[in-house]
């Protein structure tokens, strides 16, 4: 193995004591920060997900509001419970654990959110915003791999960064975010329609890969050099791994986030930062 591994834990270990002196600052001045989650139903990963959003509240100094709906709640009992947050002025952020049961639609309960409070920067307030490049609240992930990038020093200027995949929670906004002025690479946005794949991950100085498939990128389709970032979480029986073969990878890369332990564990410190960064512009 030759790649530097590019670990998220040091920068998300770093961003969270940041964000609990942003808060500490806020309570000296008799303003308190708030994390609310509303979760739908009893799938167990979302369940750990959420727990872990708490955990990291708290020990970030933050209030937690923790609203666990039965399967079968309404789409109007749903935005109920996001009404309600949004008027309660101790919440500062407010996460809808996505995806929502079948039935319900996750875009309208994201919708209802005041995008002041908009924590996973979803809201299509806050994506217009990302567009105009003038986002404050800027989704998780997306922003989380961006830290990794400036951490490391990985140079984006006029480099060929290759998404795969254009969800609205990963691969669109990051694709915006890496072809954002300042930051300027030069982004081709995969899908499951692209053609010659193979041609682009072997073009590309940078290659991140967000579609959900273990193993999906090989060492040999790289370009030497490269730096692979792995947003991919697959529960298999040989345990988690990303959407990046990183035995073979770590061969060629020149840089490439492990899983676990790369984008993951940034994806919670982010939205911590955009909890607090809505309550200070809240508080002005
Ligand atoms: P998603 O909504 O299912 O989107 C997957 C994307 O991959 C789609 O745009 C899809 O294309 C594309 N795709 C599928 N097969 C492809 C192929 N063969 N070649 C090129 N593109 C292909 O998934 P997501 O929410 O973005 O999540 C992606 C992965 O990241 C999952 O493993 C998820 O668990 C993980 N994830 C991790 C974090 C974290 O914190 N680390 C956060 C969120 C997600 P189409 O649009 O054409 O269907």
Redesign the pocket.
């Known amino acids: 193995m030759s790649a530097e591994i590019l670990s998220g834990k040091d920068v998300a270990a770093a961003l969270r004591a940041e964000v609990a002196d942003r808060v500490a600052v806020l309570a000296g001045r008799g303003k308190s920060v708030g994390l609310a989650t509303i979760l739908v139903g009893d799938d167990a990963a979302s369940q750990i997900y959420v727990r872990s959003k708490h955990r990291a509240a708290e020990k970030a100094g933050m209030l937690s509001f923790d609203h666990h709906l039965p399967a079968g709640t309404s789409q109007e009992q749903v935005e109920r419970v996001v009404a309600s947050m949004n008027r309660n002025k101790d919440v500062s952020g407010i996460i809808i654990q ?1 995806p929502l049961p079948a039935g319900l639609d996750g875009n309208r309960a994201v919708g209802a959110i005041d995008p002041a409070k908009d924590a996973d920067g979803l809201h299509p307030h806050n994506l217009g915003l990302l567009a105009l490049e003038r986002s404050a609240l800027r989704p ?2 997306p922003d ?1 791999i961006m830290r990794i990038l400036e951490h490391y020093g990985v140079e984006t200027d006029g480099k060929v960064a290759l998404v ?9 906004p990051l694709g915006l975010m890496l072809g954002a002025k300042g930051v300027d690479a030069t982004v081709i946005q ?5 053609r010659d ?1 193979d041609d682009l991950i072997g073009r590309a100085d940078i290659v991140v ?6 193993g ?1 990128v090989m060492g040999d389709q790289l370009k030497p050099g490269a730096v692979v970032i792995d ?4 529960r298999t029986p040989e345990g988690l791994v ?2 990046v073969d990183f035995e073979s990878a770590a061969d060629v890369a020149g840089a490439i986030t492990p ?1 676990p332990g ?7 410190a982010s939205l911590l930062a955009n909890t607090v960064t809505a309550a200070e512009l809240t508080a002005g």
């Not at 795969?164 to 669109?172: A, D, M, N, Q």
């Not at 890969?209 to 273990?214: D, E, V």
């Not at 947003?231 to 697959?234: F, L, S, T």
Request: no cysteine; glycine share 20%; proline share 2%.
């Open positions: 996505l998780a992930t989380g795969l995949g254009r969800s609205v929670l990963v691969g669109k995969a899908h499951s329609r692209t794949l890969a967000a579609i959900g498939k273990p999906f947003v991919g979480i697959n990303g959407d899983v790369g984008v993951g564990v940034m994806t919670v």
